[in-house]
């Protein structure tokens, strides 16, 4: 009710990203009542529910069928992928079109509301502090020194300040994404052949081109992250730096 007339206050989504696990006829009703209610105290608003990632329209065709406002957020990631050639993610990122086009005509509007350049869950954290997913990565990650004297690994977090004479400090998982002997896990930007910095650049703009082709079909869509420290390919300003990413998007 707070921010129900506040101007930068377009909408609502009730929940981010719940797992794929939950039943989907509890969380329909979730998002029924959450709706109901969003929409007594701010009409005006649009109601944005997350697919739990089942982005399909067996899922949601005739849900909520005829209602004002409301779109499908849903998160299009390569970094969970299994090791693939070039060509296997960049068929990846043109085949979302086709996904995307069908629930835009056949359920609601779609916002693709995070998606990177990743290939790879190399990046430090991305599965969880330390790691907490079993079996990742998948590939032999790069290591770049770690910022030590930046807020990325800042007071209070576990294992730090950040011994470099250490190897990775617990809690952690069974994989590499935590800093090791003051090295970081970052992509893996040789996956593909890539021998000199160009070759990257080059790889970087086919695939940023061909997502941003597929996502353009949709509603909207918010790239992940604004900012990281480390690693370019999750790094929204140095992609626009490197010349990847298009400054004005909407000249795209």
Not at 209 to 232: R, V
Request: net charge positive.
């Amino acid at each position: 009710k707070r921010y129900a007339s506040h101007p930068a206050v377009l909408g609502l989504q009730p929940v981010n990203e719940p797992w794929e696990l939950t039943p989907i006829k509890v969380l329909k009703t979730y998002y029924w009542k959450s709706y109901k209610r969003v929409k007594a105290l701010a009409p005006h608003w649009k109601f944005v529910l997350h697919d739990s990632f089942r982005f399909g329209r067996e899922f949601w065709l005739d849900f909520m069928r005829g209602c004002p406002d409301i779109a499908i957020d849903t998160h299009i990631y390569q970094a969970w992928m299994n090791p693939g050639t070039k060509e296997d993610f960049y068929s990846n990122a043109c085949q979302q079109k086709y996904t995307i086009t069908d629930i835009e005509n056949a359920v609601m509007p779609v916002i693709v509301g995070e998606w990177s350049l990743g290939t790879d869950n190399c990046a430090m954290w991305l599965n969880g502090f330390n790691d907490n997913l079993p079996g990742f990565p998948k590939v032999i990650c790069q290591l770049r020194h770690c910022p030590i004297e930046s807020t990325y690994l800042g007071k209070g977090f576990p294992g730090t300040p950040l011994d470099t004479t250490k190897p990775i400090q617990g809690p952690y998982g069974t994989g590499t994404s935590g800093p090791s002997f003051g090295l970081c896990p970052v992509n893996s930007n040789v996956t593909f052949g890539q021998k000199t910095p160009e070759d990257e650049l080059k790889f970087m703009k086919n695939l940023m081109s061909k997502k941003l082709n597929a996502w353009l079909l949709g509603h909207g869509f918010y790239f992940w992250n604004f900012k990281t420290e480390l690693d370019t390919r999750w790094d929204f300003l140095a992609l626009v730096r490197a010349g990847v990413m298009p400054k004005n998007i909407s000249d795209y």
